[in-house]
């Protein structure tokens, strides 16, 4: 891999990691319509370490917060009660699934899964879902001339039940082109919350799972096309472009859809289908034998 190819994808997984359109997916694409060799997951998951960085230091204080909870929970039983202790939990029993299933599904993480075929079926179906649930969070703030406008719920309300559907709702990000937070937030918005504790949550359920999958993966670095020079660059822009594209994306969801998304995710996958069905793109173009389990 080139300097400049790590430029290149480390911009692309910074500024696709946070939105609802699948990081892993156009690092996928990117080195597809470049000619560049598959960069592989490995690579996709070690730079996934410098946008996780940019949500640590972003959300801080919340994470200092529920930290400090959830440690004082183990030896205070009326700390059990915090609902920041109960999020620290409610994040690791979120974090189980894709836990589980990445390390059973690796050699399909590494390989089919990243057929270009699947990729745009994966760009068009959450799409589409993505799409239904924002309406029906909108409809709810809206509410009708026959129906009253329904509360949706805040993190204040999340149960172990919703947690673990969240946590289900992130693994089928190790799919590229689904996107975990474009999975999470949809299974947040069908669930009842907002769109504010939908994104939210699915930052901060992303952190254990995103740095483990990451720290993994380090071993696999080096031993392909892809080196430890190109990597480290990457990653550090990739926290740089993460850190702004979260403070523009959750001021954005405050008081506007995800149909944008939606949009170019749906016209991106029809796209996808057409250039390999014409033979433009081969499925497996550029495909690479590196190895690795990450999602985004």
């Not at 399909?108 to 799409?131: C, H, K, M, S, Y």
């Amino acid at each position: 891999m080139s300097w400049f190819e790590s430029f290149i994808l480390g911009l692309v997984q910074g500024l696709t990691e946070f939105l609802p359109i699948s990081s892993s997916a156009h690092l996928r694409l990117t080195a597809a319509f470049a000619g560049w060799q598959d960069p592989g997951a490995a690579f996709t998951a070690v730079t996934q370490i410098g946008t996780e960085a940019a949500v640590i230091i972003f959300f801080r204080k919340d994470i200092a917060r529920i930290i400090s909870a959830w440690f004082r929970s183990l030896f205070d039983r009326e700390m059990r009660r915090n609902h920041d202790a109960q999020l620290g939990w409610l994040v690791i029993v979120g974090s189980i699934p894709i836990g589980v299933l990445g390390l059973t599904f690796k050699d399909q993480i590494e390989g089919p899964f990243r057929d270009l075929r699947l990729i745009a079926t994966t760009l068009v179906v959450l799409g589409i879902i993505l799409g239904i649930a924002d309406r029906l969070a909108a409809r709810d703030a809206r509410g009708g001339q026959h129906r009253q406008r329904r509360a949706r719920k805040t993190l204040d309300e999340l149960s172990v039940k919703d947690g673990l559907l969240y946590g289900c709702a992130q693994a089928l990000a190790l799919i590229p082109g689904v996107s975990r937070s474009g999975a999470t937030i949809s299974g947040g918005l069908f669930m009842g919350y907002t769109r504010e504790a939908a994104a939210r949550y699915s930052f901060l359920l992303a952190i254990p799972a995103v740095m483990a999958s990451g720290l993994f993966e380090l071993t696999e670095i080096g031993e392909g096309h892809v080196s430890w020079g190109p990597t480290i660059f990457a990653t550090l822009l990739a926290f740089v472009v993460a850190y702004a594209v979260i403070a523009w994306f959750m001021r954005y969801i405050s008081t506007r859809s995800f149909m944008p998304f939606v949009i170019y995710r749906v016209l991106l996958g029809i796209a996808l289908f057409i250039l390999v069905a014409t033979g433009v793109l081969s499925p497996n173009e550029g495909a690479s034998s590196g190895g690795g389990v990450s999602s985004g």
